[in-house]
């Protein structure tokens, strides 16, 4: 299995400008895991999906984000409209919500930037 | 999930055992001590798991005290590699449970192996 992946690499864009993350999780895993990551705040969770449904986004900080998974293998997260502040890396990750053997597997992030 | 302690930043050399102690003092009889590191500029990686016993793996090992309160990760012969930040989590590791599913990530250690 190639892991999660994520789309793109690297973003940048001004500010005001939508802004949509992709996330492909390992087939087969059953819950999906968006993170943000700075330095003055470190790793977040923003939410999290069990079977395509959205279980818990109270680490969702306004009303710009918002995350979709339309299917099994495929979220995104859009950010719109953007500001500097988002200026973060965004993490997926997946795992197979077997009790008390769920590992997270991370995909490498999308480090996005918004001038 | 209760909250943990770790010291921010240890040195070790390289070839030598690297031992990573965390304290969760609050740790409740339901949850699960985690660890997870983070390479630079990669996304987190699960090391290990483990509820009361000790744990090994082909990474490393696990001891818990036996109150549960604190433990520590051994890596036994650290590498140049495993330089990154270790992160030590307590969390709910069954379904159900209100946390389920949610990694709380800390600041960690910072681990850095010496030549």
């Known amino acids: 299995d190639a892991g999660v992946i994520q789309s793109p690499r690297h973003e940048v864009t001004e500010m005001g400008q939508e802004v949509t993350l992709r996330c492909k999780p390992i087939s087969g895993h059953d819950y999906l895991f968006w993170y943000r990551q700075t330095m003055m705040r470190g790793l977040e969770l923003l939410i999290y999906f069990n079977n395509n449904v959205p279980i818990d986004d109270s680490g969702m900080p306004e009303d710009r984000f918002s995350a979709k998974m339309p299917n099994a293998s495929f979220s995104t997260l859009k950010i719109q409209p953007s500001e500097p502040r988002d200026s973060a890396v965004y993490f997926c990750a997946s795992s197979l919500g077997l009790a008390g053997i769920n590992e997270q597997f991370f995909g490498p992030g999308t480090r996005l930037t918004v001038l | 999930d209760a909250k943990t302690t770790q010291p921010p930043s240890m040195d070790c050399a390289e070839g030598r055992a690297a031992n990573l102690p965390c304290n969760h003092s609050?740790?409740?009889?339901?949850?699960?001590v985690y660890w997870y590191r983070q390479i630079h500029s990669q996304g987190p990686q699960y090391i290990i798991h483990?509820?009361?016993n000790n744990e090994t793996n082909e990474m490393a090992s696990l001891i818990i005290t036996e109150d549960r309160k604190s433990s520590t990760l051994i890596l036994p012969h650290a590498t140049l590699r495993d330089t990154a930040v270790y992160y030590c989590?307590?969390?709910?590791?069954?379904?159900?449970?209100?946390?389920?599913?949610?990694?709380?990530f800390g600041q960690g250690t910072i681990l850095t192996v010496h030549p």
């Open positions: 609050t740790i409740s009889g339901n949850e699960y």
């Open positions: 989590i307590v969390r709910v590791g069954h379904a159900g449970g209100t946390s389920y599913g949610k990694l709380t």
């Open positions: 483990g509820l009361k």
